[in-house]
């Protein structure tokens, strides 16, 4: 599979994942309740479920549902930002 997360799309994932691990595991640790009953425990596993694909997807820049959904925010680097590594890159063409 292609490289399909970048840019301002992997840093809301690298945000976004934590932040909802975080919720769902103080919502099952009772530290708050989002819902009450089963209800808040099923968000909180759900949140927690998104939020660790949101963290893999990002590390990985892979993303089956983009590829699906035919969406691409990763661009690869251009060689064409580096350095000339050839004498006559350097110096440019000779008249």
Do not use: W
Not at 53 to 72: E, M
Not at 79 to 95: H, I, K, Q
């Amino acid at each position: 599979m292609q490289k399909n997360v970048g840019g301002y799309d992997r840093i809301a994932r690298f945000v976004l994942g934590p932040i909802l691990v975080i919720v769902g595991l103080a919502h099952v640790l009772e530290v708050f309740a989002i819902a009450s009953g089963t209800l808040g425990l099923g968000i909180a596993v759900a949140a927690i479920l998104v939020g660790a694909v949101f963290l893999v997807t990002a590390s990985t820049q892979k993303c089956p549902l983009n590829s699906v959904l035919g969406f691409d925010t990763f661009k690869p680097k251009t060689t064409d930002d580096t350095e000339p590594t050839t004498d006559t890159e350097r110096v440019g063409p000779t008249n």
